[in-house]
């Protein structure tokens, strides 16, 4: 996953009532709405769930540190969301212990490689780029009226490629795949099963799949790769991809058709994958 910077994430808290009303406005749904349909509740089926999940969020300082802000705010969404959340005192090893001995239903870490929620309950975990993509598709689902029968492209075929393509293929979509590394995009094609596997195109050229699809989620970590040209008046993005692929002229085009942020969308589907696990024990 690639690296977040303080910046990307300092205002992230104070303004998530604000990002629940663009939500509505772009999709008809809040952030926790979205990340009901990422993984299939309601909100009926929830009965308190939320609520009793105890979150605690640890520190990593390995590799190149931790991200200024980054557990406060992982902490503040998932708060938002109606859990009961803390951040660890301590970091590391001594603020896992920490969490367990706060009895700790849920523990979030992140690294400079990967992003969790371990569940203490279930011994399952869920993956932060799988979450994300689940979450973006879901995303473009509501806000497009559902994908069912149309062709979205995907623009890289990392893990949040590989996951926002699955949940596609879910909601009955076309998917066209396009990676810089081709390999990518073969060992995706490659790891799926029939019938899904047949509904997947593969796209070599991203200017030419761009000028061809209106419909995209953009999964890179590359700036600038989706111009003003690209877009027309029926584009919907999604783009979990950090930094933003957009130019800043097709952002403007875009806007009210665009779906983008740096954490709330992917942490929030996380916290509804642990819920989904939850229930099968209470």
Not at 154 to 163: D, E, P, W
Not at 177 to 201: A, G, K, V
Request: proline share 3%; hydrophobic share 40%; glycine share 8%.
């Amino acid at each position: 996953m690639p690296r977040l910077q303080s910046d990307d994430i300092s205002d992230i808290v104070p303004q998530l009532k604000a990002y629940d009303e663009e939500l509505l406005a772009k999709t008809g749904h809040t952030l926790r709405q979205i990340a009901y349909h990422a993984v299939g509740l309601k909100e009926k089926d929830v009965r308190g769930v939320i609520a009793r999940t105890r979150v605690g969020v640890v520190p990593i300082r390995w590799g190149q540190g931790v991200i200024e802000g980054f557990c406060e705010a992982t902490a503040g969404i998932l708060r938002h969301l109606g859990f009961g959340t803390f951040v660890t005192s301590q970091a590391d090893i001594l603020g896992l212990t920490e969490a367990y001995q706060a009895k700790a239903d849920v523990i979030f870490l992140s690294d400079d490689n990967d992003f969790v929620a371990l569940n203490t309950q279930t011994r399952q975990y869920v993956h932060n780029a799988a979450a994300t993509g689940r979450g973006f598709a879901a995303g473009l689902d509501l806000m497009t009226g559902g994908l069912a029968d149309q062709t979205v492209l995907v623009l890289g075929c990392g893990s949040v490629g590989r996951s926002a393509t699955s949940t596609l293929l879910s909601y009955s979509a076309k998917p066209s795949i396009c990676d810089i590394n081709s390999e990518y995009s073969r060992e995706l094609m490659e790891s799926l099963s029939e019938p899904d596997s047949d509904r997947i195109t593969i796209e070599q050229d991203i200017r030419a799949a761009l000028a061809g699809h209106t419909l995209i989620v953009d999964a890179t970590n590359a700036a600038d790769i989706i111009h003003a040209e690209d877009i027309s008046p029926q584009t919907f993005i999604a783009a979990p991809g950090m930094p933003l692929g957009l130019s800043c002229e097709a952002q403007t085009k875009v806007s009210d058709r665009l779906l983008h942020d740096p954490l709330q969308i992917g942490v929030a589907t996380m916290g509804m994958v642990v819920v989904k696990q939850m229930m099968h024990i209470r």
